[in-house]
């Protein structure tokens, strides 16, 4: 049996869970803006205290790879790979918005019936999105998204979407007078669901190679120039 530990920090909410195979064994998480780098090596502590497992017992680390947050993403990626080079454990990358997919998936009934749409919020009317089948398959790839009233047009007249996450908001305001649009609040990027969906990554060998792995950031940070009074 494998010891799994998953970090989540795409977002605002910092997260950190420990998995036996697919048995959530410990979990926590800290809703606190710019709080991640000074918490999540706290948090990586007491949840291994609390299961009673050693950093050593581990046989693989787990890291939300975004979409998100530039920074936090950073500071998650940072964690995982100084992790996993101290330990001599291989690295997985899990996709932030599958990860928040699976977690509608799992409680829908008869999700067969239904396209599933994460989304972050970006900037103004932008959101990272992309939309994706009951197992997980892509029906349009992760791209950050400019909403309009038309956005999604063709697949809705096909069948019932369910939109959920931070970004979700801003397609309601557009999108909700169709039949076919469904919208969940309060889900969030979390290790939980990150450390489910690792576990079939570790027992393919789904490695990362650390001396080259980035998350997917999928727009640059945004940098200005100060003004020169």
Same mark, same amino acid.
């Given at each position: 049996?494998?010891?799994?530990? +998953?970090?989540?920090?795409?977002? +605002?909410? !910092? *997260?950190?869970?420990?998995?036996?195979?697919?048995?959530?064994?410990?979990?926590?998480?800290?809703?606190?803006?710019?709080?991640?780098? *000074?918490?999540?090596?706290?948090?990586?502590?007491?949840?291994?205290?609390?299961?009673?497992?050693?950093?050593?017992?581990?046989?693989?680390?787990?890291?939300?790879?975004? @979409?998100?947050?530039?920074?936090?993403?950073?500071?998650?990626?940072?964690?995982?790979?100084?992790?996993?080079?101290?330990?001599?454990?291989?690295?997985? *990358?899990?996709?932030?918005?599958?990860?928040?997919?699976?977690?509608?998936?799992?409680?829908?009934?008869? %999700?067969?019936?239904?396209?599933?749409? %994460?989304?972050?919020?970006?900037?103004?009317?932008?959101?990272?999105? !992309?939309?994706?089948?009951?197992?997980?398959?892509?029906?349009?790839?992760?791209? %950050?998204?400019?909403?309009?009233? +038309?956005?999604?047009?063709?697949?809705?007249?096909?069948?019932?979407?369910?939109?959920?996450?931070?970004?979700?908001?801003?397609?309601?305001?557009?999108?909700?007078?169709?039949?076919?649009?469904?919208?969940?609040?309060?889900?969030?990027?979390?290790?939980?669901?990150?450390?489910?969906?690792?576990?079939?990554?570790?027992?393919?060998?789904?490695?990362?190679?650390?001396?080259?792995?980035? @998350?997917?950031?999928?727009?640059?940070?945004?940098?200005?120039?100060?003004?020169?009074?």
């Amino acid at each position: 049996m494998a010891y799994l530990l +998953s970090l989540e920090t795409s977002s +605002s909410v !910092c *997260s950190v869970a420990l998995h036996q195979d697919q048995q959530l064994l410990s979990y926590a998480e800290l809703q606190m803006e710019k709080s991640h780098s *000074s918490h999540i090596t706290v948090m990586v502590q007491q949840v291994l205290e609390y299961a009673g497992v050693r950093l050593e017992q581990l046989e693989a680390i787990s890291v939300s790879g975004g @979409p998100g947050s530039y920074t936090g993403l950073r500071i998650g990626s940072g964690t995982a790979k100084g992790l996993c080079f101290s330990l001599d454990k291989p690295l997985i *990358s899990v996709s932030t918005l599958a990860s928040m997919a699976h977690q509608v998936i799992s409680v829908t009934p008869a %999700p067969e019936r239904y396209l599933f749409c %994460p989304m972050l919020d970006a900037r103004r009317s932008e959101v990272y999105t !992309c939309l994706l089948a009951h197992d997980l398959q892509e029906r349009l790839p992760v791209e %950050p998204m400019i909403l309009e009233a +038309s956005s999604f047009a063709a697949d809705l007249e096909k069948q019932p979407i369910i939109f959920f996450g931070s970004g979700a908001a801003k397609a309601k305001e557009l999108l909700a007078p169709h039949p076919n649009a469904l919208f969940l609040e309060n889900v969030k990027p979390t290790a939980k669901a990150i450390g489910a969906l690792a576990y079939p990554k570790w027992q393919a060998a789904q490695f990362e190679d650390m001396a080259y792995y980035e @998350p997917f950031y999928l727009k640059e940070v945004y940098i200005t120039k100060p003004s020169v009074k």
